[in-house]
């Protein structure tokens, strides 16, 4: 049973290029979260989402930041434009259903370094 | 919003010996759950143990135990017996399971654990 995968799980870009992180969910799990972790901090929340929907998205920066979680494939975040503080290690975790008493399985996460 | 505050940057013991790490929280809910994570260089997260709020008895995994104090918003780590696998980055870690919110978690700022051979 594959736990929760990320790729690529080290990106490198250059200021003004986009960044595609993917994020592939247990299997049979439906929920993802989305948390960033900028260097010496812990991780802060940037959005939740559910197939086709996102239900919070309330940690994510108003611009150049976006998430999609579509019925098929893996959860996709996009960062366009990226500049040096964007440079972060980008975690997913997931899980079966919706409601505080279901446990978050993270994936390994995707280092991003912005030249 | 709630908060998690570790007040210690970093911490080291000696392999063998004993180790607490410290999290207070603030929140004004009253059922919710409390995490340790554990990060090791290779950047994974592992959940160390989990409490529940409303769960009076501490929780206990193997070496790791925490001390609970729900009045105080007080959640601490011990690590028995530590070795050398132990040195990693602790994240303390607060999530709601109440009301109809994402139920994300607000992670501390972490503790950075030693352990000495």
């Known amino acids: 049973n594959a736990g929760v995968m990320q790729n690529p799980r080290h990106l490198v870009r250059r200021r003004g290029q986009e960044a595609r992180l993917r994020c592939s969910p247990m299997?049979?799990?439906?929920?993802v979260y989305w948390y960033r972790q900028l260097p010496e901090e812990g991780l802060k929340f940037m959005v939740y989402?559910?197939?086709?929907?996102?239900?919070?998205e309330s940690g994510m920066p108003k611009e150049r930041f976006s998430a999609e979680f579509p019925k098929e494939g893996p959860s996709i975040l996009r960062i366009q434009q990226v500049v040096r503080g964007d440079s972060a290690a980008y975690f997913c975790?997931?899980?079966?259903?919706?409601?505080?008493?279901?446990?978050?399985?993270f994936g390994p996460g995707t280092r991003l370094t912005v030249l | 919003a709630q908060t998690v505050t570790q007040s210690q940057p970093e911490m080291s013991v000696q392999e063998a010996e004993t180790v607490t790490l410290s999290c207070t929280y603030d929140?004004?809910?009253?059922?919710?759950?409390l995490f340790w994570y554990k990060q090791p260089p290779s950047r994974q997260m592992i959940l160390v143990i989990r409490?529940?709020?409303?769960?009076?008895q501490n929780a206990t995994e193997n070496r790791f135990s925490v001390n609970f104090q729900k009045a105080a918003k007080s959640f601490s780590l011990k690590i028995s017996d530590s070795q050398l696998g132990d040195a990693a980055m602790y994240f303390c870690?607060?999530?709601?399971?109440?009301?109809?919110?994402?139920?994300?978690?607000?992670f501390g700022k972490g503790t950075k654990l030693s352990v000495i051979p």
């Open positions: 929140t004004s809910e009253s059922d919710y759950y």
């Open positions: 989402l559910q197939k086709e929907n996102i239900i919070d």
């Open positions: 299997k049979g799990h439906s929920h």
């Open positions: 975790a997931s899980s079966p259903t919706s409601g505080g008493r279901n446990e978050q399985f």
């Open positions: 870690a607060y999530r709601s399971v109440i009301g109809a919110g994402s139920y994300q978690l607000t």
């Open positions: 409490q529940e709020a409303y769960k009076q």
